[in-house]
């Protein structure tokens, strides 16, 4: 699911087949998340606190930009 330095500060969880949740362990102590990315579940997901849509393998520099968690669910559903 996640890849990169920082892969082991993200926590998620996957809810039924369209409901995903992620959140950082120490948001404070990172300054930034560099190369770390999640791959979403096959298809579009929207992202409920923050705005926008995402596919397939996201950075967390990308998802986290104004929080330090999301809530997707999946275009759709």
Known sequence: MAAGQYERHLLGMLRGED???LVTRRPRTLPDWADTTVTLPEGMWEEQLGGGMFEGTVKLSTLFKTR???ILTRAGS
């Open 68 to 70: 330090p968690q999301a």
């Open 19 to 21: 409901v995903m949740v």
